[in-house]
């Protein structure tokens, strides 16, 4: 049912779960103007922003991107510090935690996943904090990029979450996954480290980004400088080249998509228990 998500015996309103998503996102913010720190909405955040004004409807997630350096200052700073009232999540804070991209959990509701089954040591609503990364300019070069991203996070995944179904059919890309998995963590997150800092281009990425390749790849322009955008009467900031941006995810943006494709990210959703 949209607009819900199911709860044991009654029913969470989607509009409390985007609530203390926004709550996140308005100190995300703060810190980042307070330290000096350029961020952007984007993704889903950032359609909803130009659509809707604020959220989508359906949506139940928020989607931020830092260029590498201010990423880099951000993740430190919250290793150190710690984030307030709120939980900062990756894998240095969470060694169960497979992604690479961190998180901002609050604490008032848990939510489960398909993607981390029950693994996860932290798992309250959150914000996604994605780095731009260069990308590779030629093309075979730039989907390499994304797919070795994406076998190296499903080995982890796998490895945490042994129940979560991978997509490889191929017996080889299977056996490959398998030695992979025999990895230690801290291995693999090294490697997916190594990776994306060894890149160099003219081209900008969110290789870990729900989109994928090409919808995920953008010319450096496009993040030269900010806008401010309104989302739910608050006002963050967005990449100048956002209509660009939006249109080489989403195409025909401004079309809202059928009501079959209009799911939420979230399996279940509970109360925590100190509530």
Request: proline share 5%; aromatic share 12%; hydrophobic share 35%.
């Amino acid at each position: 049912m949209r607009g819900e998500r199911k709860l044991n015996e009654e029913f969470v309103m989607l509009k409390e779960i985007q609530q203390s998503e926004l709550k996140i996102l308005i100190y995300f913010r703060d810190f980042c103007e307070v330290n000096g720190l350029k961020y952007f909405i984007t993704a889903g955040t950032l359609l909803g922003a130009v659509r809707h004004g604020g959220f989508i409807p359906w949506d139940d997630d928020i989607d931020v991107v830092m260029p590498r350096e201010d990423y880099d200052r951000f993740i430190k700073h919250m290793r150190r510090n710690g984030a307030g009232e709120f939980v900062f999540q990756d894998g240095k804070t969470d060694n169960s935690y497979p992604i690479y991209c961190p998180k901002l959990r609050e604490k008032n509701y848990v939510v489960h996943e398909e993607l981390f089954g029950k693994a996860l040591k932290y798992n309250g609503c959150y914000i996604d904090i994605l780095p731009l990364d260069d990308c590779p300019e030629d093309k075979q070069s730039a989907q390499t990029f994304f797919d070795i991203n994406v076998f190296l996070t499903t080995a982890l995944v796998k490895k945490i979450n042994p129940d979560y179904r991978i997509g490889y059919t191929k017996k080889s890309m299977k056996k490959l996954h398998g030695v992979a998995r025999l990895l230690p963590r801290s291995a693999i997150r090294l490697l997916r480290d190594l990776l994306r800092r060894n890149v160099s281009g003219e081209l900008l990425c969110t290789v870990d980004g729900a989109h994928g390749y090409p919808n995920e790849v953008y010319e450096r322009e496009w993040f030269s400088d900010s806008i401010p955008m309104e989302f739910e009467g608050e006002i963050f900031s967005a990449p100048i080249g956002w209509d660009k941006l939006l249109k080489n995810m989403y195409g025909d943006y401004m079309t809202p998509p059928a009501k079959e494709k209009t799911e939420g990210h979230f399996i279940t959703i509970e109360r925590a228990k100190e509530q």
